[in-house]
T-cell receptor, first 115, second 111 residues
Framework: DSGVTQTPKHLITATGQRVTLRCSPRSGDLSVYWYQQSLDQGLQFLIQYYNGEERAKGNILERFSAQQFPDLHSELNLSSLELGDSALYFCASSGRDARLLSEQYFGPGTRLTVT | LAKTTQPISMDSYEGQEVNITCSHNNIATNDYITWYQQFPSQGPRFIIQGYKTKVTNEVASLFIPADRKSSTLSLPRVSLSDTAVYYC????????????FGSGTQLTVLP
């Protein structure tokens, strides 16, 4: 158990819909990262937040957005969903060292299926 | 942006030492090398991280030659439960744009 929690575990929705994925980092961790893993694209970094502020952006679509709240939990919002958005979405957190590759702890993931 | 190249797959037998090599010819001065392990439908798990020479922890060793153009993850005496995908990551400290997981190496440990 990494200490990172994600909800829901599974999500099935239709094209065009909007969903919100939730992540709670390990206690004390200030950085939260979101990743997308699909069969054809592998594990892709989407975005990072550090103590409530956006720190870095990766291959995140404009239809996707994220935020980190004062209690440090984070939400990833996916809108106008397409079939190709079906994937595993992972959240990870790391400690107070803002260096990106400090050890990252991954949550169990949310499996999103868009039909 | 340092691209990494790893073997797509490797097979080994229980009890053997496994070495997985990652090539990163364009590694930059401030890049670190990190390895993660991932089981199916689970999030990746940090294994080890290093900058140069050798790093060892309770799980694995990481060997990095002086030119840092490659690195080798060494898993001693593997068991069936070590069957997983292993990712080599190279990225600069403090700069998130270049964070990229490669395709990884599928390690299969046979009885």
């Amino acid at each position: 158990d990494s200490g990172v929690t994600q909800t829901p575990k599974h999500l099935i929705t239709a094209t065009g819909q909007r969903v919100t994925l939730r992540c709670s980092p390990r206690s004390g961790d200030l950085s939260v990262y979101w990743y997308q893993q699909s069969l054809d694209q592998g594990l892709q970094f989407l975005i990072q937040y550090y103590n409530g502020e956006e720190r870095a952006k990766g291959n995140i679509l404009e239809r996707f957005s994220a935020q980190q709240f004062p209690d440090l939990h984070s939400e990833l919002n996916l809108s106008s969903l397409e079939l190709g958005d079906s994937a595993l979405y992972f959240c990870a957190s790391s400690g107070r060292d803002a260096r990106l590759l400090s050890e990252q702890y991954f949550g169990p993931g949310t499996r999103l299926t868009v039909t | 942006l340092a691209k990494t190249t790893q073997p797509i797959s490797m097979d080994s037998y229980e009890g053997q030492e496994v070495n997985i090599t990652c090539s990163h010819n364009n590694i930059a001065t401030n890049d670190y090398i990190t390895w993660y392990q991932q089981f199916p439908s689970q999030g990746p798990r940090f294994i080890i991280q290093g900058y140069k020479t050798k790093v060892t922890n309770e799980v694995a060793s990481l060997f990095i030659p002086a030119d840092r153009k490659s690195s080798t993850l060494s898993l001693p005496r593997v068991s069936l439960s070590d069957t997983a995908v292993y990712y080599c990551l190279v990225a600069p400290s403090g700069s998130a744009r270049q964070l990229t997981f490669g395709s990884g190496t599928q390690l299969t440990v046979l009885p």
